[in-house]
């Protein structure tokens, strides 16, 4: 199969390129590598038998249709993005060029591209905005109501996808994800909680909690959504399907288990919550069971030791 991942060089890009390879596929890599790293494709490129080409391009700019249309992908992961909410309440307007117009491009490539099948990293931590905890885990029938200008970005990605399925019979599936985590993520940049509690853990800081950690999120582990797109390349045709595990877990409980398997005793610094951010999250993965044949199997626990190994390896000289 021909396929396209855009934001390909990142965290679950990068993740899902590796499974696209090692089952076969042909990938072409879009990314402009403002926050994607080569790094993270260098086991890929470096194998021979790899049908693999990386593209420098930005998915708000023109370039891109140009380019689906001359390498005709069957499937296009989805996954650039500008990903993080506080960036998205300080410049909402950068947020929507990328995650709308950006979308938009992708759109009209597939159109050039000859009917190409769009897979979208869609974000179940925003879409649905401040669900009451007894509605959780949240169900896709619960009503779309972004608070940030992240997830209306995201909402209005969904709308587009909707409209070209009937005005141009381009099929989508929207993967609405939970807290990914997982080797890979890079502290420094777009970066969920688990990777920058990670480094300081084994850097001997004491992690940071923004409010008073009775925030939850749902978790999920790379792994598992990686098979969800995977499989969301033949089925779920028109869905949004949460990718979660259902179940809730509040950031104090995170770090206490983390500084528990870091080796760490110091208690966490606690700061003012910051604006946009939700309180409690989890997500019903029914749908996705149904239509996909997907559930995720990686515990929390477990998905944990992977990421601080993987940091340990790589702070090895």
Known sequence: MQTMVTGGAGFIGSTLVDRLLAEGHSVDVVDNLSSGSLANLADARSNPDHELSFHQVDVRSEDLIELMARRHPEVVFHLAAQADVRVSVSRPVFDAEVNVLGTLRVLEGARAAGGARVVFAASGGTLYGEPAESELPVTEAYPQHPLSPY???????????????????????????????????????????????????????????????????????????????????????????????????????????????????????????????????????????????????????????????????????
């Not at 609405?176 to 800081?205: C, K, M, S, T, W």
């Not at 045709?237 to 398997?261: F, P, Q, Y």
């Not at 919550?273 to 477990?302: F, K, N, Q, V």
């Open 151 to 317: 997830g209306v970005s995201k909402k209005s990605a969904i709308d587009y996808m909707v409209a070209y399925r009937e005005l141009h019979a381009i099929e989508f599936c929207a993967l609405a994800l939970g807290n990914v985590y997982g080797p890979r993520q890079d502290p420094h940049g777009e970066a969920g909680v688990v990777a920058i509690f990670a480094e300081r853990l084994l850097a001997g800081q004491a992690v940071t909690i923004y409010g008073d950690g009775s925030q939850t999120r749902d978790f999920v582990y790379v792994d598992d959504v990686v098979d969800a797109f995977m499989r969301a390349a033949t089925k779920g045709g028109g869905l949004v399907c949460n990718i979660g595990t259902g179940t809730e877990v509040s950031v104090s409980d995170l770090a206490r288990e983390m500084a528990s398997k870091a080796g760490s005793s110091l208690p966490p610094t606690y700061l003012p919550a910051r604006p946009g951010e939700l309180l409690h999250i989890s997500l019903d993965p029914g749908r996705a069971a149904m239509h996909l044949g997907w559930h995720s199997w990686t515990e929390l626990g477990e998905g944990l030791t992977a990421v601080l190994d993987h940091l340990r390896r790589q702070a090895r000289p």
